[in-house]
């Protein structure tokens, strides 16, 4: 019998190979990784870095954490086709899904 964490990494795999894109995770030391990713909108989004009060629109990206073997830190990339996302934050990390506040890359 499978354990718990088996059945939520691959019901989490399930979600993404349904609702996510092909991407590749570009980290600072190491290798490029495949993997897919779902992107979506988050339009109350607190700007990174400094403290504020000011939201504005903002992405958002969900991967499998196990995919990616560690979460992504701020700079690094996901590239999508032929449009980069670097990282601001990474607000979520459920040990199964890592959530990270993107923009385009220019």
């Given amino acids: ?8 990494r691959r019901a989490g795999e399930d ?3 349904a609702n996510a894109v ?4 570009t980290p600072d030391d190491g290798p490029d990784i495949p993997c897919r990713v779902h992107i979506s909108r988050d339009p109350d989004r607190q ?4 403290g504020g009060q000011i939201y ?12 990616l073997g560690k979460p992504p ?7 999508v086709g032929e449009t980069a996302y670097r990282v601001e934050d990474t607000p979520g ?4 899904f890592i959530t ?4 385009e890359a220019t």
Avoid at 47 to 50: Q, R, T, V
């Fill in 93 to 96: 990390n459920n040990g199964i």
């Fill in 100 to 103: 990270c506040t993107v923009r």
């Fill in 15 to 17: 979600i993404l190979t």
């Fill in 47 to 50: 700007p990174s870095g400094y």
């Fill in 56 to 67: 504005g629109p903002g992405l958002r990206l969900k991967a499998l954490l196990h995919v």
């Fill in 1 to 8: 019998m499978a354990d718990s964490a088996a059945i939520f």
């Fill in 22 to 25: 092909d991407a590749v995770y």
């Fill in 73 to 79: 830190e701020r700079g690094e990339t996901f590239t």
